[in-house]
């Protein structure tokens, strides 16, 4: 009896130690970041100016002092290399000891694969770019974030970008790319539209391949059905791909063009694209966008960016850098909030859980969970002397409040029960003139 | 589904078959010869894209010339692609001449993997195209659609003349029937006094130049991005299964029954597009195991 109450009562003193010592977590010598992107393949459009962008941003913060002298240590993983091998680096990256935050993934299907493993593993993971909803609507998690906006955010600004430009059409086809993106974004843009204006005729609803050389074909046949809005939610190679033959042949003078994803395709496409396509930046990074080209931290990034890669930001890169701002500021506000202690993995998600932070753009607020809540940013090509291809002009700006399905509810069924009042909100306000 | 939509959608089938074609012409032509099926095809037709792209945007402000920019197109294929098949061929499948044809095969995937990744170093991973060059050959009105000329006409033309070409220099010139009779046997070939070496250098560089055509034909309507090699190698593999490994003549109509059959799909059941040459393939084969224009194999001791 004697010999369990020692027993016993050691086990206390241990137990106790261990719990001042998940209290008093160590300094580490430094953050490793266990970041992902598209290196290689048709998705390296978006991947590889990212990565571009991080490497500078982590090189200028980790000159400027890091988090408070500790500074970040990035390892990338390409995503191009399929799933068996990204899920297996995934795990050996997370499972590594030290501090580490994991900042991954671009593919929806990574994302849905690896948020379970990061919950389990007990990883800060911040999803970077991955726009689907489903992942944060299915299960709640405790490590797992997404610092910029989801899918039904972007379709529903979308919708009502469209029914404001053009409020008085009957007919629109579809033109995604044939994977979850292209579909699920279709989803909600369907449900959407319909909610908010039901007598709206859906004339085609074409999936051609991801990565498909040609859309002659698909072309071809909008030209025989002239539908009076276009929709498509492809992007890079892709969507130049389409608009270059579509514009060719005459297409989008006839049609209403609505590109959510186009940012990333303006500057490469040039004269393809004519004047009056409505143009989405999936979230509100436009490096001409009044309000924020004149922002010195704003500006400097993106004159450095240019200078560096020889092309302007995309959305791929704002998202990243909110990625990183968003985790270092957590870092920051723990410790500055708790006299300089550093915090636990678990301590950390505590802090981004409720943290505001601000990317390259308009401030962002995270939910409780762990969906950021941005707004979004849509505009109507122009030609511009400036510049040797389109501006985006007449921006609007779509709060998140209004466009984000609320806690605790499915996206789709959220959509459908959406009111045409909606495209009258007084949220909604204009940038610039 | 109306005849003015069947037109329609023939157009672009044709369109399409035709660029098809021309990938296929190279790839079967090696399988004829050499008895493999050479993976790095995908990557000659991606070098043939962004190098014709060079070409034509260090060409843009020297001249707005549209037949000298048509030409480029051609002579970017023919000496890019032409070099890297014979590289190929002589620094690389030469050496497993007479191995496992599926070592064989892995080495040309091997190949693959090292071009698609010096392509990658060479014109990174943001989509090339050429401009306006597509453009500038007018459009044309029929059915009420407009359709560029560049891919009504001149495309399915180019193709057209390369297996009418090819065709006359396998019947009628001196290399090409010795390309034919290496093609029949090698063995026999070589003791007859050909160098049947030599030929198969040839006929590499002829492939190589063929599938950077295709590229090259291509660049002007789509991007070129990483990873549309292998996109294009699996179709085109499509084609010359259909057609029967080694047969020209039936890679023609293969890449036809393919196009035509991926454009009508798309009006009537879109869902299928992505499926269509594969579908077509297995139909293909399971009436006939060795292709549409197989030819009885004399039987060797």
Redesign the interface.
Known sequence: MKLLAQFLGASAVLLALSGTSHAQQARPVEIRLGMSTF????A??L??PAKAAADMWIEDFNAAGGIDGVKLKPTWIDE?QGADKFLSDYRRLAQEPGEKVMISAISSGYCNALAPVAEDLKVVNILWECSTEKVLEDRRYKYVFRTGPNGTMEMVAAVLQLLRTKPDFKTIAVVNQ?YAWGRDSWEVFRNTLLALKPDVKIV??????F?A??F???V??L??LRPDVVLSTAW???L??FL??AS????LKNSQFILPLADSSLE?L??AIPPGVIVGFVGDGYFADPEYANDPETRAFVQKFKQRTG?YPNFAVYHMIQALKATTGAYKHFLADNGGKWPSAEQLATTLRGSEYRGLSRPIRMREDGQALQGQLLGITRKDPSQAFPLVGQLTFYPADIVAAPVGQKSVEWVKSLKPDLVQNAQIKRVGN | MDLNLILLASVDGVSYASLLFLISLGLTLICGVFGVINVAHGSLYAFGGYSAATLLAWLTPHTSSTPVMILALFVAAAVVGGALGMLLERGLLRFFQDRDPILQLLVTFAAFMVLEDLQRMIWGSTPVSAGDLAGRMGTVELGGVTFMNYQLLFVPGVALAAYAGLQFLLRHSLAGRQIVTVIHNREVATALGINAARVGTLTFALAGALGALGGALSVPMTSFVPGLGAEMIVTSFAVIATAGLGQITGALIAALLIGLSRAMVVYVLPELEVVMPYLMMVAVLLVRPHGLFSVTAARRI
């Open positions: 290196m290689t393949g048709a390296s459009v991947g590889a191009g044939d085609a609803e074409l999936f051609p391949k990565g050389p040609d002659s074909t698909e071809t046949r030209q025989a890079g190679g892709d130049d791909t270059r033959q060719q042949r005459g297409l490469r040039g004269d092309a």
